[in-house]
């Protein structure tokens, strides 16, 4: 079975997004920054969620939000990118050692993906480009663009 | 027997204090022992009168800040800091140490997340600290300056009535003067109800001693070669010491 959940913060307002880049855009979208798990599990869902909740979300900052719908709208173009698979992605051992730990936790993680969301808002439009060759290192990282939302 | 009292100084990976934090400690008469989380058994804390939580990034602050030190501590030796509190132990948290502090629900409350400006500030503040019984601010004055280094200090609480009840009610024991950081309330520091647990973002531990400060002409209130850092650290020796010798 495969879940999505996605978190986005309450008390973090949108940023100008030049701040992102090696060279400022002439008219600066602003951005928002979400993190997004994709997770495979086998196992009682409702135990994947409350794990999700204690480990992945703060319950006063931040959101949490389930599904494949964006959990922001009114965007011009959102980034996702994450580390590429067989690349060594520290958080997610850090994620994936402590579940271990658990003693009964009621599914088996089979596969989580985590991905970096970068919500861009106004600007002229899709500059997807500067922004995937600014923030995305070919090397380690696997990334995709989202059309806007409005 | 050593009859000074015991601090146990947690490390975590990604933990970068804890060398100065030791030395703070040593130097207003504590007996430290810096022990890696992997070596943590609830056995350690036996005979320790101070657990200390010191700053850095531990795990990399993957997830957040202080999310996976708490998971693993908790894991490790579960409700024994609670246990340790109960029981007249003394916890301080200092930046890092201060966010895992909120994540295990021993502080009232809160979560510190990226700073209003959205980068790390690294600078002096001025604090003004509004709990003067405090055990670790009784030797301090009304007003002083500490260094910050953080990107996630800023304290915010579900609503900012919550935050602005802490500083009312004196579980907000130290406030920055300015605006800082974007923390509601301008809180700096917390402690919870037995005022022997208390987290701050400053770094007391960079600033021992007067010769610390970045202006080099600077006095400062306090008397002596100390700076406020020392105190900060002494007023809880002060405090354990004669906490001791009362039971």
């Known amino acids: 079975m495969r879940e999505i959940y996605e978190i986005s913060d309450r008390f973090i307002e949108a940023g100008d997004a030049n701040g992102l880049l090696y060279e400022p855009l002439a008219e600066a979208p602003t951005y928002r920054r979400t993190r997004r798990y994709e997770i495979e599990f086998e196992g009682d869902k409702a135990a994947l969620e409350a794990f999700v909740r204690k480990t992945l979300l703060d319950e006063i900052s931040q959101e ?87 | 027997m050593e009859d000074r009292p015991c601090a146990l100084l947690l490390k975590f990976p990604g933990t970068n204090c804890d060398a100065e934090t030791a030395r703070a400690l040593e130097a207003v008469g504590f007996v430290t022992e810096v022990l890696p989380v992997s070596a943590l058994k609830p056995e350690k804390l036996v005979g320790v009168s101070l657990v200390v939580l010191s700053g850095g990034f531990s795990y990399g602050d993957y997830v957040m800040s202080g999310r996976i030190a708490s998971l693993v501590t908790e894991q490790k030796i579960g409700a024994t800091l609670q246990d340790f509190r109960d029981n007249g132990g003394y916890l301080l948290g200092i930046c890092n140490g201060f966010q895992i502090l909120t994540q295990l629900d021993l502080l009232p409350s809160g979560s510190l997340v990226e700073n209003a400006s959205g980068r790390f500030q690294c600078q002096w503040v001025k604090l003004r600290k509004l709990a003067p019984d405090s055990p670790f601010l009784a030797q301090l004055p009304e007003e002083f300056e500490l260094p910050i280094a953080h990107a996630e200090g800023r304290l915010v609480t579900k609503t900012p009535e919550e935050a602005e009840a802490y500083v009312k009610g004196g579980a907000a024991a130290l406030v920055y003067a300015d605006d800082v950081n974007g923390s509601f309330g301008r809180i700096a520091g917390l402690q919870d109800e037995s005022g022997r647990v208390f987290g701050l973002m400053p770094h007391p531990e960079r600033f021992l001693r007067k010769r610390d400060h970045y202006d080099p002409d600077w006095t400062g209130p306090e008397e002596g070669e100390w700076g406020s850092g020392y105190w900060l650290f002494r007023s809880l020796y002060q405090a354990i010491v004669e906490a001791d010798s009362d039971s």
Do not use: T
Not at chain 1, 113 to 129: A, C, T, V
Not at chain 1, 137 to 146: C, F, G, K, P, S
């Open chain 1, 64 to 150: 949490l939000h389930s599904g494949e719908e964006p959990a922001l709208d009114g965007f011009s173009f959102a980034l996702d990118y994450g580390m590429k698979p067989g690349a060594l992605d520290l958080e997610k051992e850090a994620i994936l050692n402590y579940h271990r730990g658990i003693p009964e936790p009621g599914f088996e993680l089979k596969e989580l993906r985590i991905r970096q969301r970068i919500y861009l808002f106004g600007g002229k439009g899709d500059e997807s480009d500067r922004f995937v060759r600014d923030l995305c290192n070919a090397a380690i990282h696997q990334w995709n663009v989202l059309p806007g939302h409005v």
